[in-house]
């Protein structure tokens, strides 16, 4: 397991699975996007990609921490987010 | 303040008309609706609810406090004025005694601090709180003082009747209307409310901070060793420099009973530029040699990471619109890193704003802008208006922090050593150190600008 994966596997979810709050609308603005930054922006890896050109950013959204940075991050206003549906998402106890 | 008066009465455009969600019997209307119970929200709530007032408060998150995380300490002397011996009613963690910066490099820490067993007699100075703590008992105030709170509920939508709120849509599972003469946006940074509904600019990267925190556990007895305090009692460090790896940033360490909070991060932009991620600054900062030993042998219990709005006194949006208030971090008021007081005040004020709206049974702008008034009339705002230029400088002159602490270290570290040669050659020799990092001219122009932000 990678730091950041046992980091996120420490953090309670509920996620919803009838409804993903963050999604990419168009991945044809992905696959024109040289810095990728929603990548690196991503505090806890919600947004993975192979690095075959071509190929589609995946966003894994139940491990998301709603932090919100992704949206501010998309050079191209690719990242559709909102937070959860109530009751549904991130849970932190310890402050 | 009448100028800022006339700003906020212009009438503002609103893009959307929101119908109702179904045909079914009009609600029940509340006299306010609170959407978000932080600070800011439940402070709001409660001081609404304490003077008569029907509030209805609205959250997210299975309890208040489930979803912000990070730091943190709360200024007691403040929130004192507004809650009357606050500490006695909710279990904090520890009475800060020992406020540090350290100004960080590679390898080495320039440090300034003040610790004093004067800070811990009631009314304490800081006191360091977990989030859920906090949070549950301020939302368990408001509900002893009669409002309703609704957890589980994220509103997904103002609703407007043309340019005036009439009351939020909360989203699926319950998809609920509710009506209120006064909506009071508390959603925290990065307020997707009040910006769908055209009532801010949009939120960008370059005036959010996102910052990554963990939380790792140690014994108590060993966090008072290592940190130098009396038993119960807590420090709160500011790192500034090489946690932010070459740009402006900040990073923090909060002591609790038995665990430690740090933090770490700077604005969104920078990582994008940087080519980094915020965890990875954090376990940068983490195996810095001066903070590792800190650390050492803790277990972490916790990740997370939020935003915090750092642009400062000229990002504040408008903040009074027709029957609706913005207050908290929703409303950008954050000085440094302190909002937990500026919310609980905003939300103070807000409610004094709403006491009068409602005893006028007038929710128009121009009743709604004593809430202005009264901020600008506040320390909230002057303070924010003393530090106004500090931001600026900091986006301007983006490589600051890390320069400077690294020139102070180096400078330091020269100043310890103890050369075979005479102290007015060590002077030279410290000054040709220094200025090969930053040339003379260019450190002037810094010293200058800073100067006269410092003197306003
Ligand atoms: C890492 C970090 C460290 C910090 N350290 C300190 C510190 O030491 N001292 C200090 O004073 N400040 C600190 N701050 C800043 C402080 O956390 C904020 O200024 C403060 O929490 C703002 O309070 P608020 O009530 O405006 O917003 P928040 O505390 O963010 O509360 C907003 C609430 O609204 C809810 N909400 C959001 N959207 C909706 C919706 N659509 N529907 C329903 N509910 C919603 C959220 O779940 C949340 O409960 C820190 C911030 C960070 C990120
Ligand atoms: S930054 Fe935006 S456009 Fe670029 S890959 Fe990520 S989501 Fe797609
Ligand atoms: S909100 Fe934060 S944690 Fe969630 S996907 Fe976006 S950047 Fe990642």
Redesign the interface.
């Given at each position: 397991m990678s730091k950041l994966a046992a980091k996120i596997a420490l953090v309670e979810f509920r996620p919803d699975e009838t409804w993903q709050h963050v999604v990419i609308a168009d991945q044809e603005k992905c696959r024109r996007c040289p810095d990728k930054n929603c990548l690196r922006v991503c505090p806890s890896g919600v947004f993975a990609w192979d690095n075959i050109p071509g190929h589609p950013v995946l966003v894994s959204y139940r491990q998301c921490i709603e932090c919100g940075a992704c949206r501010l991050a998309c050079p191209e206003g690719a990242v559709e987010f909102s937070y959860p549906h109530g009751g549904y998402g991130v849970v932190f106890h310890q402050g | 303040m009448m100028s800022d008066w006339f700003k906020t009465k212009k009438p503002h455009k609103l893009p959307t008309r929101a119908q109702p969600a179904t045909d079914a019997p009009a609600p029940r209307k509340y006299d306010a609706v609170v959407v978000g119970a932080g600070p800011a929200g439940a402070s709001a709530a409660y001081f609404m609810a304490r003077d008569g007032l029907d509030v209805l408060l609205l959250e997210?998150?299975?309890f208040p406090?489930?979803?912000?995380?990070?730091?943190?300490a709360i200024i007691a002397e403040q929130a004192h004025e507004l809650f009357p011996n606050f500490w006695e009613e909710f279990s904090y963690e520890r009475i800060v005694t020992r406020l540090d910066y350290w100004w960080l490099s590679e390898d080495s820490a320039v440090t300034a601090g003040f610790t004093s067993s004067r800070l811990s007699a009631a009314p304490y100075n800081r006191l360091s709180?977990?989030?859920?703590?906090l949070y549950t008992w301020l939302a368990a105030k408001a509900v002893a003082a009669g409002a309703t709170l609704l957890?589980?509920?994220?509103v997904?939508g103002v609703l407007l009747d043309g340019y005036q709120a009439v009351g939020v849509r909360?989203?699926?599972?319950?998809s609920t209307d509710y009506l209120a003469d006064l909506v009071i946006l508390a959603d925290g940074?990065?307020s997707?409310l009040a910006e769908r509904a055209g009532l801010i600019p949009p939120?960008?990267?370059a005036n959010?901070s996102?910052y990554?925190k963990?939380?790792i556990a140690l014994p108590p007895a060993t966090i008072e060793e290592r940190f130098c305090l009396p038993p119960g009692q807590g420090a709160a460090i500011g790192l500034i420099g090489y946690p932010t790896a070459g740009y402006n940033g900040t990073g923090s360490i909060h002591t609790?009973h038995d665990?430690i909070?740090i933090s770490a991060g700077m604005s969104?932009?920078a990582?994008?530029a940087g080519?980094?991620?915020?965890?990875d600054l954090l376990?940068r900062i983490k195996k810095h040699p001066r903070i590792q030993p800190l650390l050492d042998g803790g277990v972490?219990?916790?990740?997370?990471?939020?935003?915090i709005p750092e642009g400062g006194y000229h990002a504040i949006p408008p903040l009074v619109h027709p029957g609706l208030l913005i207050a908290g971090d929703a409303a950008s008021l954050v000085n440094g890193i302190h909002g937990i007081n500026l919310a609980m005040w905003s939300g103070f004020y807000a409610a004094k704003a709403a006491f009068e709206a409602k005893k006028n049974r007038d929710f128009s702008i121009r009743k709604l802008s004593l809430y202005r008034t009264l901020l600008d009339e506040s320390f909230i705002l002057q303070n924010m208006r003393t530090n106004a230029k500090a931001a600026t400088l900091q986006r301007d002159r983006p490589y600051l922090f890390d320069l400077y602490s690294r020139l102070a270290n180096e400078a330091a570290y020269q100043m310890v050593r103890a050369y075979p040669m005479p102290v007015k050659d060590k002077r030279k020799f410290i000054w040709r150190k220094v200025t090969s990092l930053q040339p003379v001219g260019k450190i002037a122009a810094d010293i200058w600008q800073v100067l006269k932000v410092v003197k306003g």
């Open positions: - | 997210r998150g299975p406090g489930a979803k912000t995380c990070g730091g943190a709180v977990k989030r859920k703590n957890l589980g509920h994220h997904a909360v989203a699926p599972p319950q940074a990065n997707l939120v960008t990267a959010l996102l990554a963990e939380t609790f665990s909070n969104v932009s990582y994008a080519g980094f991620s915020p965890g376990e972490t219990t916790e990740y997370g990471a939020a935003m």
